[in-house]
T-cell receptor, first 112, second 114 residues
Framework: GNSVTQMEGPVTLSEEAFLTINCTYT??????LFWYVQYPGEGLQLLLK?????DKGSNKGFEATYRKETTSFHLEKGSVQVSDSAVYFC???????????FGKGTKLSVKP | EAGVAQSPRYKIIEKRQSVAFWCNPI?????LYWYQQILGQGPKLLIQ????????DSQLPKDRFSAERLKGVDSTLKIQPAKLEDSAVYLC????????????FGSGTRLTVV
């Protein structure tokens, strides 16, 4: 079945450090891929998406590239800020019905 | 535009009691989803509505969970009777289409079953 695997957390970084959160997926067909973010006390928000192979999604300095050959969608940011502290979820949708399949989430803490 | 509204924000009940959650989606959004997010895990789909019809309820524990979407707008999710393992955040989301993006999530209802 369809599934998403993302790196275990928590991840603790110093401000301005480089961030990578790994995400790999298993899916039939050609899924759309997403990163959602959940800030403390808030709801899930879409961070970025990619709908086909080699697409790069980007937002707020975060980037992720849809790699079909490695079935991956790793999230990166060149210089994290304290305000980036949140839980990040990788997700996919096969598009047949639109429901999202999420990974377990990775908690990021950024220290000043 | 107004977001997806959910109530209550928090609920504590004893096992075997019943509980209901309410969701008001963004106006005009045809698709509505209920997800269950257990602590330390990603959200898991419980049920998906397209207007007032059920599209997918394959992961809904139908012996205790029920959901309806009246007139294709508001939705309620009910648990009766609740079990300890139902403790979770229940998220409602809506979207214009069923293509997997353009979701807006509500803030969720945190249920604790004691």
């Amino acid at each position: 079945g369809n599934s998403v695997t993302q790196m275990e957390g928590p991840v603790t970084l110093s401000e301005e450090a480089f961030l990578t959160i790994n995400c790999t997926y298993t899916a039939t067909g050609y899924p759309s891929l997403f990163w959602y973010v959940q800030y403390p006390g808030e709801g899930l928000q879409l961070l970025l998406k990619a709908t086909k192979a080699d697409d790069k999604g980007s937002n707020k300095g975060f980037e992720a590239t849809y790699r079909k050959e490695t079935t991956s969608f790793h999230l990166e940011k060149g210089s994290v800020q304290v305000s980036d502290s949140a839980v990040y979820f990788c997700a996919l949708s096969t598009g047949s019905q639109g429901n999202l399949i999420f990974g377990k989430g990775t908690k990021l803490s950024v220290k000043p | 535009e107004a977001g997806v509204a959910q109530s209550p924000r928090y609920k504590i009940i004893e096992k075997r009691q019943s509980v209901a959650f309410w969701c008001n989606p963004i106006s005009g959004h045809a698709t509505l989803y209920w997800y269950q997010q257990i602590l330390g895990q990603g959200p898991k789909l419980l049920i998906q509505f397209q207007n007032n019809g059920v599209v997918d309820d394959s992961q809904l524990p139908k012996d205790r969970f029920s959901a309806e979407r009246l007139k294709g707008v508001d939705s309620t999710l009910k648990i009766q009777p609740a079990k300890l393992e139902d403790s979770a955040v229940y998220l409602c989301a809506s979207s214009l289409t069923d293509r997997g993006y353009g979701y807006t999530f509500g803030s969720g209802t945190r249920l604790t079953v004691v």
